[in-house]
T-cell receptor, first 114, second 114 residues
């Protein structure tokens, strides 16, 4: 089975712009989660989608949004970018077949905001 | 709610020496426990998990961890490390019957010196 894929792998934007990141989960996985990873804050949960509905949400401002399509692919959008949004954005998928909520991670998208 | 504390942010060790990465968790209910590894410029990869049964769990690359309920710990060990084990290690906890979203620790950077 193919793993979780994320596009693009690297992105450079300027303050005030918006960005869309894409994630394709493992085939058959219906849960997709997004995380922000920075050296200072570690791994922080953004939100989780399951069957096209946001099921869980972390503590991030409304500039961060996401959606999930009927094929379980997910996109994450950040509007009005700030310097502090520079981070590695990780997508993870999960299946009810994997007990305990084991997460399968993609390689991440490295976002740099100038 | 649950929380995870990784007691060491960085652990330097010489090649072929044993290593222990410490993880303590807090939860009012029974939990599932995980250790993930992240190599540079990659996503997280599952090393091992405790769901139930034997408290000693063996994972990939020669790592093992022991679940200690009385001390609420899940320390990761390897008897002899290699240069290639240099990476970031994350402990994660998820409560039984909860959402599929685990809580991650801040990570421990394992640095193996020749």
């Amino acid at each position: 089975k193919a793993g979780v894929t994320q596009t693009p792998r690297y992105l450079i934007k300027t303050r005030g712009q918006q960005v869309t990141l894409s994630c394709s989960p493992i085939s058959g996985h219906r849960s997709v989660s997004w995380y922000q990873q920075t050296p200072g804050q570690g791994l922080q949960f953004l939100f989780e989608y399951f069957s096209e509905t946001q099921r869980n949400k972390g503590n991030f401002p409304g500039r961060f949004s996401g959606r999930q399509f009927s094929n379980s692919r997910s996109e994450m959008n950040v509007s009005t970018l700030e310097l502090g949004d520079s981070a590695l954005y990780l997508c993870a998928s999960s299946s009810a077949l994997h007990s305990g909520g084991e997460q399968f991670f993609g390689p991440g998208t490295r976002l740099t905001v100038l | 709610a649950q929380s995870v504390t990784q007691l060491d942010s960085q652990v330097p060790v010489f090649e072929e020496a044993p290593v222990e990465l410490r993880c303590n968790y807090s939860s009012s209910v029974s939990v599932y426990l995980f250790w993930y590894v992240q190599y540079p410029n990659q996503g997280l990869q599952l090393l091992l998990k405790y769901l139930s049964g034997s408290t000693l769990v063996k994972g990939i690359n020669g790592f093992e961890a022991e679940f200690n309920k009385s001390q609420t710990s899940f320390h990761l060990r390897k008897p002899s490390v290699h240069i290639s084990d240099t990476a970031e290690y994350f402990c994660a906890v998820n409560r039984r019957g909860g959402s599929y979203i685990p809580t991650f620790g801040r990570g421990t950077s394992l640095i193996v010196h020749p």
